[in-house]
């Protein structure tokens, strides 16, 4: 596809559970972001990768959360030992050029944890 | 520290009608401001983006204008149509500083138009 795919879409956890959130971006793309948004809320920054090199992990709420893009295409959200507080949607964002402008976001994986 | 404050929370505009949505950032480092919608279930995409070196910038019906001094900028919506009913955010970045932070973004503002 053309976007930026995110699976799954939807994923229930229960407490304590480790996920992983995937996203696939657009061919080609450098800089690819990942994004937690809370229900109602903007976006909120959590971690930037230019190609392979994780070059910002500041909005990382915590080390249960984990990200890696190791061969600078596709990039892997981990979450170990989910908290009900990690219950959110995460977006993955990608742009040709690095430092994000015109970033292209995908649709989320709206994760919730019982 | 909201960095980026955005308002209204919601707005309600008739058709036809011009929607105007404001922000206003604290961070001097900030040098580029986009606007993205978001549909409900969709990630949030891209409308028009400014920077700091004009004023104003239009792309078909929607409108940023930008005001450095007062570190505020706005989205206006002209002949708003029922289509345009979704969640507007604003954001800010700092590209002089790689853009690696990323995009801070507003609280949104949930826009419906009423046919």
């Known amino acids: 596809g053309a976007g930026v795919s995110q699976s799954p879409r939807y994923k229930v956890a229960k407490r304590g559970q480790d996920v992983a959130l995937r996203c696939d971006p657009i061919?080609?793309?450098?800089?690819l972001f990942w994004y937690q948004q809370a229900l109602g809320q903007g976006p909120e920054f959590l971690t930037y990768?230019?190609?392979?090199?994780?070059?910002?992990k500041s909005g990382l709420p915590s080390d249960r959360f984990f990200a890696e893009r190791p061969e600078g295409s596709v990039s892997t959200l981990k979450i170990q030992r989910t908290q009900q507080e990690d219950s959110a949607v995460y977006l993955c964002?990608?742009?040709?050029?690095?430092?994000?402008?015109?970033?292209?976001f995908g649709q989320g994986t709206r994760l919730t944890v019982v | 520290q909201q960095q980026v404050k955005q308002s209204p929370q919601s707005l309600i505009v008739q058709k036809g009608g011009i929607s105007i949505i404001n922000c206003a950032y604290e961070?001097?480092?900030?040098?580029?401001f986009p606007w993205y919608q978001q549909f409900p279930g969709k990630g949030p995409a891209l409308l028009i983006a400014?920077?700091?070196?004009?004023s104003e910038k239009k792309e078909g019906r929607f409108t940023i204008s930008f005001n450095k001094s007062a570190k505020q900028f706005s989205l206006h919506i002209m002949d708003s149509q029922p289509g345009d009913s979704a969640t507007y955010f604003c954001?800010?970045?700092?590209?002089?500083?790689?853009?690696?932070?990323?995009?801070?973004f507003g609280k949104g503002t949930h826009l419906i138009i009423q046919p």
């Open positions: 961070n001097t480092a900030f040098d580029y």
């Open positions: 990768f230019q190609n392979e090199a994780q070059l910002d």
């Open positions: 061919s080609g793309h450098v800089s």
């Open positions: 400014i920077r700091p070196d004009v």
């Open positions: 954001a800010a970045s700092s590209l002089r500083g790689g853009g690696a932070d990323g995009l801070t």
């Open positions: 964002a990608s742009s040709l050029v690095p430092g994000g402008t015109e970033a292209f």
